[in-house]
């Protein structure tokens, strides 16, 4: 069983900025591939970016240039850089990991972007 534990959300004025961290509690192996999604009030969750065990990366069109993903040397901590928050940010961070063909998610963390 893989627990993946999200931490570093909080409230910022927009404009600020915010890290967000995931950690796999998986011993020794890291995941294929690990990725950050995030669920707006009223909407449905939705990709924010993702990252490859290889270190390749993609990102949602609305948080390209101001967000960057990125994975420590062990693979199963993965960070988000949140800077240039927007209200529209607003939302739960999930974390997910693949393992094999399996994914497994976090519980969230809660950003808050204030006007």
């Known amino acids: 069983q893989v627990q993946l534990v999200e931490s570093g959300g909080g409230l910022v004025q927009a404009g600020g900025s915010l890290r967000l961290s995931c950690a796999a509690s998986?011993?020794?192996?890291?995941?294929?591939?690990m990725a950050w999604y995030r669920q707006a009030p009223g909407k449905q969750r939705e990709l924010v970016a993702g990252?490859?065990?290889?270190?390749?990366?993609d990102y949602a069109d609305s948080v390209k240039d101001r967000f960057t993903i990125s994975r420590d040397n062990t693979g199963k901590t993965m960070y988000l850089q949140m800077n240039s928050l927007k209200p529209e940010d607003t939302a739960v961070y999930f974390c997910?990991?693949?393992?094999?063909?399996?994914?497994?998610w976090g519980k969230g963390t809660l950003v808050t972007v204030s006007s």
């Open positions: 997910k990991a693949i393992y094999g063909g399996t994914d497994y």
């Open positions: 998986r011993n020794y192996v890291s995941p294929n591939s």
């Open positions: 990252i490859t065990r290889g270190g390749s990366t």
